[in-house]
């Protein structure tokens, strides 16, 4: 990666991200890994720690809304990097199909292991005013 510095994500500032999206908009994992680079004027943010936290914003998003909160971190939101549904968070495939097409997205089936993917889903990236 060449020199320069590495930024370790906080969960909160992950979830913060998340939390800017409205209905009808989808970040990637390097989405959020490069606005967060950006933020904290590094080259790059680690990927690993991104993931993670980013499956523990979703086990406590759920555990929120197991609790009756209807207001929690909609993590589904949050794409692989070439579009593809997060099969490592804590609900369902069609679970998480059925509330990206309630929030406007098409969905192409996944061919044989790989999972579901959005449909153009580069257009409904969220951009990051600087």
């Keep these: 990666m060449g020199k320069g510095k590495i930024l370790i994500p906080s969960a909160k500032d992950i979830e913060r991200l998340i939390n800017m999206t ?3 908009e989808l970040l990637t994992n390097d989405v959020i890994r490069e606005q967060l680079a950006k933020e904290k004027n590094v ?3 680690a990927a690993i720690p991104t993931g993670v936290y980013l499956k523990y914003i979703a086990l ?3 555990e929120e809304k197991n609790n009756g909160n209807k ?3 909609p ?3 949050v794409l692989r990097p070439d579009g593809r549904i997060n099969v490592k968070f804590p609900i369902s495939i069609e679970d998480q199909v059925a509330l990206l097409k309630m ?3 098409n969905i192409e089936e996944g061919k044989g292991k790989k999972a579901p993917r959005v449909v153009a889903y580069e257009s409904k990236i969220k951009i990051f005013q600087h």
């Design 22 to 24: 409205k209905k009808g």
């Design 43 to 45: 080259q790059v943010t």
């Design 60 to 62: 406590a998003s759920e």
């Design 71 to 73: 207001k929690v971190t």
């Design 75 to 77: 993590y589904w939101r």
């Design 103 to 105: 929030e406007g997205h």
